[in-house]
């Protein structure tokens, strides 16, 4: 068995599970990072002795650790260096840590390539040799699988959000411009939204007001067939577009597989056009053979996330 953590800036997900991502017990919980990190990891592991024993699963059986954690990271060092939404996180020595803890083998894995993982081994993914995944939540997140395995490059490979669909475009989080996350991002779709809105469109009064506009707004309104948010899918769907273009000649994937808000929208609002974007702007012999599909594994993915990288721990 194996225990894996998916840490988040504001929630916890722990699970005690199978390499068949069977999972025997799970916890999640709001996560309160107190600028002490040391003892936020020992409550950390204290959650986790008490859903190992929950699953009658005995020390000596545990075969490895994972942690899914947002970067950046060292995964060389099994370090967590300063990430934007942990207080008082600098060069955590997170693996050594739950190393000392459990006595066995600890991986620690950017949370998106984690959730690649997960796709690929338990979801959406499954029998895909090249898979790239994409989620569109707060910012963009991304990892690739390629060969069967997790590709990294040096490091920091996967940062699929940053790649500039528009040269001095709009502002992203990162500091540069035109940013794919900048366009397709859930923050700043959503300042868009509330800049954008019009007071008399459904998207208003779905969310109570133009200012309190949101992504999940938009898709709503888009299914009742209002002019606004069909608009505003449809520029949307363009700009994730571009960047599913570039990785397609790049990499050339099996398929890629979305998650969040393109998961959200389904197949008519997001995923067909998105597919019909790919065949028009990618030579055929790369475009007849990829797949688009949602993401599918719903509220297991932080625990499975957290069981591949666990998972991972024994390839290593």
Not at 71 to 95: C, F, H, M, Q, Y
Not at 225 to 231: E, R, S
């Amino acid at each position: 068995m194996w225990v894996g953590f998916d840490i988040g800036g504001t929630k916890l997900a722990i699970a005690v599970g199978d390499a068949e991502g069977r999972i025997a017990a799970r916890r999640r919980r709001p996560i309160a990072a107190r600028g002490d990190p040391r003892a936020d990891v020992d409550a950390m592991i204290a959650d986790a002795r008490a859903l190992l024993a929950e699953a009658g699963v005995a020390a000596d059986s545990l075969r490895g650790v994972g942690v899914a954690v947002p970067g950046p990271i060292d995964p060389v060092r099994g370090t967590v260096e300063s990430p934007p939404n942990l207080a008082g996180w600098k060069s955590v020595p997170l693996a050594d840590w739950f190393r000392e803890a459990f006595d066995v083998p600890v991986h620690l894995e950017n949370d998106a390539n984690a959730a690649a993982l997960a796709e690929w081994r338990f979801g959406a993914g499954q029998g895909a040799r090249h898979l790239i995944y994409l989620t569109m939540s707060t910012g963009v997140g991304g990892g690739l699988v390629l060969d069967g395995r997790l590709y990294r490059g040096a490091g920091g490979a996967g940062e699929v959000g940053h790649m500039p669909v528009e040269w001095d475009g709009e502002l992203c989080g990162c500091g540069r411009r035109g940013c794919l996350e900048a366009y397709v991002g859930g923050r700043c779709w959503t300042a868009r939204l509330q800049r954008e809105t019009p007071d008399g469109s459904r998207v208003a009064a779905l969310a109570g007001g133009a200012a309190r506009a949101k992504p999940e707004h938009v898709v709503a309104a888009a299914r009742e067939g209002d002019a606004f948010a069909l608009a505003e899918l449809d520029r949307w769907n363009d700009y994730l577009a571009r960047g599913l273009v570039a990785l397609a000649f790049v990499f050339d994937p099996d398929v890629f597989v979305l998650g969040t808000i393109a998961a959200a929208a389904g197949d008519e609002l997001c995923l067909e056009p998105l597919r019909r974007r790919l065949v028009e702007n990618v030579w055929p012999v790369i475009a007849n053979h990829i797949e688009i599909r949602a993401a599918s594994l719903g509220e297991d993915a932080p625990y499975l996330a957290g069981l591949s990288a666990a998972l991972e721990s024994a390839m290593r």
